[in-house]
């Protein structure tokens, strides 16, 4: 129903190494947003996308980055990847910008991303 | 900053019957969203219910039903006649009037069994 998807589902990366995850919107949906949750956690926001410009950032350092292209894919890389980042990453999409605050987000299944 | 408590990991319910998860939580803002989200295995989260803080009422969507306490920053998720699909963590989650970007606040998680 919501068609949101998310690839790859599973990654082991190593330590320093570079990350992509991507992210299909739903059809119709102008907005992204990426969390992380670790496990055993609830997920915690890492950055939204309105319109292919990042609008909403999270506690997150910069070699965390994010693109949201022309048809609402997007993209979430990290860079110099450190055993911490070791967590599910979750794709949420949604029809509006940051005006519709009760609106529901869909989320996809998400990449479980192991750094060893 | 908003915070979300949900103090209790795990609960456990017999099918039929009536289970009530706790969430609290912290904000100085007075108007915002409060959501309660589903994790099944599948690790996608699904939207279970939502309430705006100025609405009274408290909302309801067929077995799930919330207790809406503003003044003790309480807001409860009851769920009637527990069915072995309802088996999932069930997040509570924050959204406030500035957005901060369409960033959502989650709890930590209660893991809900159902027993047969």
């Known amino acids: 129903e919501t068609g949101v998807t998310q690839s790859p589902t599973h990654l082991i990366k190593t330590r320093g190494q570079q990350v992509t995850l991507r992210c299909s919107s739903q059809?119709?949906?102008?907005?992204v947003s990426w969390y992380q949750q670790a496990l055993g956690q609830g997920p915690q926001f890492i950055f939204q996308?309105?319109?292919?410009?990042?609008?909403g950032r999270g506690n997150f350092p910069p070699r965390f980055s994010g693109l949201q292209f022309p048809n609402y894919s997007s993209e979430l890389n990290v860079n110099a990847l450190e055993l911490d980042d070791s967590a599910l990453y979750l794709c949420?999409?949604?029809?509006?910008?940051?005006?519709?605050?009760?609106?529901?987000?869909?989320f996809g299944s998400g990449t479980q991303l192991s750094v060893l | 900053a908003q915070t979300v408590t949900q103090s209790q990991p795990e609960m456990s319910v017999q099918e039929a019957e009536t289970v009530t998860l706790s969430c609290t939580y912290d904000?100085?803002?007075?108007?915002?969203?409060l959501f309660w989200y589903k994790q099944p295995p599948s690790r996608q989260m699904i939207l279970v219910i939502r309430?705006?803080?100025?609405?009274?009422q408290n909302a309801t969507e067929n077995r799930f039903s919330v207790n809406f306490q503003k003044a003790a920053k309480s807001f409860s998720l009851k769920i009637s006649d527990s069915q072995l699909g309802d088996a999932a963590m069930y997040f509570c989650?924050?959204?406030?009037?500035?957005?901060?970007?369409?960033?959502?606040?989650f709890g930590q998680g209660t893991e809900l069994s159902v027993k047969p």
């Open positions: 996308y309105y319109r292919e410009e990042e609008n």
């Open positions: 059809s119709g949906h102008n907005t």
């Open positions: 989650a924050y959204r406030g009037t500035y957005n901060q970007g369409g960033k959502l606040i």
């Open positions: 904000t100085s803002e007075s108007d915002y969203y």
């Open positions: 949420a999409s949604s029809p509006g910008r940051q005006g519709s605050r009760g609106e529901k987000l869909f």
């Open positions: 309430q705006e803080a100025y609405k009274q």
